[in-house]
Structures are given as structure tokens and as C-alpha cells.
């Protein structure tokens, strides 16, 4: 029969200790500093970072001039260091183990939009990215959690379309700027 067809893969794994007090309250502060929505955005983040762990944890079994080890490592070093997540001189897989949560959540659109300065808190960035106000180069974006790459980050800007990057005023704007040419037209009748 084979697999379902829209049967996805798992993007979160579930806790050992549901009710452990201490990682609660790491994930409620985690929570409310990259103003996420729910705990299962960082329960997701961790498991994209456990299988990278995992991967290089793999690797670094292997002898140093393994081809697959050369391969492969270089591959994963140099994804995460394009996303902004690894740094440019740290190149060894040893430092792919000291990796955090934070250390992705920091590249997020959400909390990169915050650092530039276009949103008030994090909490507004992510209204201004769900309302569409926000766009990576030239495509705009409406997903909080879209990894933003480091080639990529000097691009994030309002949209043409939005009211915020000198595009067509909002429906509050357009609704007073009509009353106030209505209230000066019967001004001048009378």
C-alpha cells in the first residue's frame, strides 16, 4: 500500500518529562523573549537542532580523513554558516555541538525585523509580518519563523504595498482623510 500520501514527518518530539519545572520555565522565558506564540515553536526549533547534533555527532565518529566525514561535515558547516547560525570562524564540527535553541531563534525573520528597528517590540514585528508588511528582497513574507540567511538580512524591508514603506495609506488613514474633505466640502456650501 505504501505511506499515506499527506501524512507529513514529524517536525517536534515529545517531552521526556512533561511537568520538569525548570525546562517550563527556560521555554515561558524563551517564549517571551522571541515573543513566539506557543511552546511547540521552540519544541520544533529543538528538534531541527537535535538532528543536527546528531548528524555531527555521527560524523566526528569518523576518522578525520574520511571522505564521507570531509564530505559531509564541510556540507553541514557550511549550511549552518549560511543561515547565519554558526560563525564564519568557527569551521570545525566541534562547534556544531555547542549550538543552543537561541542560536536559531535569533536568526528568525521575527526577532531579526525587531533587531533593524522596524517594529515598536518583538511582539509587533510579528503582527507586521502576519499583516504583510514586511518583505525579504523582493518577496514578502508573512511566516514569523522563516529563517533569514546572512546574504539575505541587509534585504529586510516594508513592502511597497504597505502603508510603513510609501505605498497606498491604510484603511484608517483613507476613512479620516475622507471625512475631513467631507467636513471642508460642506464648510464651503454653507
Not at 88 to 103: A, F, P, T
Request: hydrophobic share 35%; net charge positive; glycine share 8%.
Amino acid at each position: 500500500m505504501g505511506s499515506a500520501p499527506n501524512k507529513c514527518s514529524k517536525t517536534v518530539k515529545s517531552q521526556r518529562r512533561p511537568y520538569e519545572a525548570e525546562r517550563l520555565k527556560a521555554e515561558l522565558k524563551l517564549a517571551g523573549v522571541y515573543g513566539l506564540r506557543n511552546k511547540r515553536e521552540i519544541w520544533r526549533v529543538g528538534y531541527t537542532l537535535s538532528k543536527i547534533r546528531k548528524a555531527a555527532r555521527k560524523l566526528l565518529t569518523l576518522e578525520e580523513k574520511d571522505p564521507v566525514r570531509l564530505f559531509q561535515g564541510n556540507a553541514l558547516i557550511r549550511r549552518l554558516k549560511r543561515v547565519g547560525v554558526l560563525d564564519q570562524e568557527k569551521g570545525k564540527l566541534d562547534y556544531v555541538l555547542r549550538l543552543k535553541v537561541d542560536n536559531f531563534l535569533e536568526r528568525r525573520l521575527q526577532s531579526l525585523v525587531y533587531k533593524h528597528g522596524l517594529a515598536k517590540s518583538i511582539h509587533h514585528s510579528r503582527a507586521l509580518i502576519f499583516q504583510r508588511h514586511i518583505r525579504v528582497g523582493k518577496r514578502i513574507t508573512n511566516i514569523p519563523s522563516f529563517m533569514v540567511r546572512l546574504r539575505s538580512e541587509k534585504l529586510i524591508d516594508f513592502a511597497l504595498t504597505s502603508p510603513y514603506g510609501g505605498g497606498p495609506p491604510g484603511r484608517v488613514k483613507r476613512k479620516k482623510m475622507k471625512q475631513g474633505s467631507g467636513g471642508a466640502a460642506e464648510e464651503d456650501d454653507e
